[in-house]
């Protein structure tokens, strides 16, 4: 994969954390506490998945 390949994954992933860090915000301000853990559960996984890929 070239690195504008990698560049371009990157770019998606921080973009799908940033809107999971939102969905967990949101789920704090409705006292969704199960709606958080599941987000941050979901943000937990995009922010490993470098570490995973690499």
Do not use: C, H, K
Not at 12 to 39: H, K, P, T, Y
Request: zero cysteines.
């Amino acid at each position: 994969m070239s690195n504008l390949g990698y560049a371009t994954l990157f770019i998606v992933m921080l973009a799908a954390l940033l809107a999971a860090l939102a969905q967990m915000g949101m789920a704090l301000d409705e006292a969704d506490i199960g709606r958080f853990s599941i987000w941050t559960g979901i943000a937990s996984v995009i922010a490993g998945l470098p570490m995973m890929l690499w």
